[in-house]
């Protein structure tokens, strides 16, 4: 058992891989009414192509297979495990991101029995031919509802319009035609592929005895057995740095237009290097685009956005991307000032004064976060699958240098690697 305080923030983990791979992070927080739990496998969207664990040939699965498998393990021959956490008092669900499937539970008590079921539930798979059929018109029903979202097609939009080849451009959920092929016996070969303890993750924040609960966790994982796993192989298309498309439109029934401009940017694989690049990302964006920040006002002051406005930035290690979009009186216009802003960059040089108050801000919200039990234990569990400890974050934050910040900032932008998706109204399409 590997325990950290981290005097910094008073908080403290307990880490510790299992015999079968499984990590395990334990963070207790006796003060927290709620206790949070996570199950987290290395394996989302862009995972389509790979070699199974029982195989030495690499194989394509159907788009959205990541997220159907997620669905369907809630459900098991003789009952629905969401009725197993109600009946134990607590509150569960689930969610497929582009690199990760999480499971989850929240409870304030009876914590060992949630935590059992939460462990028993997704290491014992039940994939029958009638339900998965039952499953794609559910899940098409739930990818029509998106599709009928301007801000999801819009997201998803520009994604697709940065991106050649890279399956991130591909939605989360696949298509309606790409579900339809998927079987019982492709759900199986994913579920023992990426399932393995060795590819996951379970995190614990809140009210326990954190000896007391590594020992509950090792006996439940003693009692069962899992194939050898050394090294899931994943491949990847080559996906050059510009982007595949300057610029895409479409029009759908809305009153307001969206636009979304993107920035492509190159992964890093070293997790020192990403994690600085993710908090300058981030911090750069606040910097300009909160509601104090010089590039927000001028998109206010030209009437282009109604008092509201979005950005975010996406690192991971196989793609990097950030986007600033939203609601707009003017796709058109909305879309050339942003590129320009963005083109700006290059020549603009932040003085040690604003960046110290972003890092201030930063630090501020960081610390804010270690309140919520969820935040944390979802945190903690995608930093570990990068190689880094969410705790370190803050001390790395407080490490970097305006210096380091400007030349990411004059180096983020090129001449081919911003892309701009607009979505108008029909009536504009007349």
Partial sequence: MNKTYYAQINEEAIRETLPNGLNVILIPKQEMAQTYGVFTTDYGSIDQTFVPIDRSDYITVPDGIAHFLEHKMFEKEDRDVFQDFTTQGASANAFTSFTKTAYLFSSTNNLKENTEILLDFVQDPYFSEASVEKEKGIIAQEIQMYNDQPDWRAFFGLIETMYESHPVKIDIAGTIDSIQSITKDDLYTCYHTFYHPSNMTFTLVGSFEPEDMLTFIKNNQDKKTFESLSEIKREYPNEPESVATSERVIHMPVNMSRCMVGIKDHPETDPERFLEKELLAELILDFFYSKSGEYYQELYDLNLIDGSIGFESERQKQFAFSIVGGNTTDADQFGQVVKRQFESFK????????????????????????????????????????????????????????????????????DSNVAVFKVKPLSENE
């Fill in 347 to 414: 020549n603009y040089t932040m003085s040690e004064s604003d960046f110290e108050r972003m890092k201030r801000k930063m630090v501020g919200e960081l610390l804010s976060d270690l309140n919520d039990v969820s935040s944390i234990a979802n945190e903690a569990s995608q930093y570990e699958m990068l190689g880094l400890d969410y705790f370190n974050i803050i001390p790395t934050l407080e490490s970097l240098t305006v210096e380091k910040a400007n030349d990411f900032l004059n180096s983020w932008v090129t």
